[in-house]
């Protein structure tokens, strides 16, 4: 089983994700703000859609949920905690399901914080994490419904997945967090480098995402919170980890 990955952008920063299981055909949309851009490339590439994985309600993640719906019959998959908010839901998933899309097996964890019944899709097999709005590319989503301890559970668990776990994030924001991380002032050699890598990437015009969860956990300040080294440049070297990282989402809040 392999799953073959097709990026969209739309709108202004986002990314929408076409994901084909090998064995049995089936697709999947992830996150489809829209549904125009997402039916003309399944339709280039000769894929059916037979399947929608919503990680959250915010419009600019199931805005297309209903026209490709119509347009394919294809199931859509979200939220347990938040399903009366996403459009035409047929299956509801929660922390510890396992859902299984063609032969292809994603474990699903709740991710609280971005929004209360925000989910993630992890596919083990293909090394594949479908975040959503709580991990980005050198960032986390801000908290509009949850509490920073909520969302530095989350990330935790997002955290504890291999290094060489694919990060599908949602949006294009990584070249703005990484000069944010840069601005906290701690001594980071990896970070410098990949910020220098990421403005020669958008420069190319190319995207920064996926990246990879071992790049997050070395350069990533919002999962570095419980590190020494980030806790002391930010003067907080006595602090608990959930309160670093709760300085770290108010700094970012007003960057």
């Known amino acids: ?13 986002n990314y929408i994700y076409l994901v ?5 055909g089936a697709v999947a949309v992830v996150d489809p703000a829209v549904s125009e851009p997402v039916l003309a490339e399944a339709e280039r590439l000769g894929w059916r859609i037979t399947h929608i994985l919503n990680t959250h309600h915010h419009n600019d993640h199931v805005g297309g949920n209903q026209a490709i719906k119509q347009a394919t019959g294809c199931t859509i998959v979200g939220p347990r905690a938040d399903r009366e ?25 709740d991710t609280p914080g971005h929004t209360k019944g ?13 975040c959503g709005d709580t991990l980005f590319a050198l960032g986390c989503g801000r908290l509009f419904e949850g509490t920073p301890a909520q969302m530095w559970k989350s990330l935790g668990k ?23 991380a840069l601005s906290l002032g701690e001594d980071n050699p990896a970070l410098a480098a990949r910020a220098e ?21 070395r350069t990533n300040p919002f999962l570095r919170a419980d ?29």
């Open 1 to 13: 089983m392999s799953l073959d990955v097709r990026q969209i952008a739309v709108l202004t920063d």
């Open 20 to 24: 084909r299981e090998s064995e049995t």
């Open 85 to 109: 908010r996403i459009p035409g839901i047929d299956v509801a998933v929660g922390d510890g399901d396992v859902y299984d899309f063609g032969a292809a097996r994603a474990t699903v964890f």
């Open 118 to 130: 925000h989910i993630a899709f992890w596919f083990a097999d293909a090394s594949a994490l479908f």
């Open 158 to 180: 997002l955290k504890a997945l291999p290094d060489d776990a694919k990060v599908y994030c949602a949006h294009e924001y990584t070249q703005t967090n990484a000069r944010f």
């Open 197 to 217: 890598e990421i403005d020669r990437t958008r420069a190319a015009g190319a995207p920064t995402v996926p990246s990879t969860l071992g790049e997050e956990k």
């Open 227 to 255: 590190e020494v080294a980030l806790a002391a440049a930010l003067s907080m070297r006595e602090a608990a980890p959930v309160d670093v990282f709760a300085e770290v989402r108010r700094r970012k809040d007003d960057f």
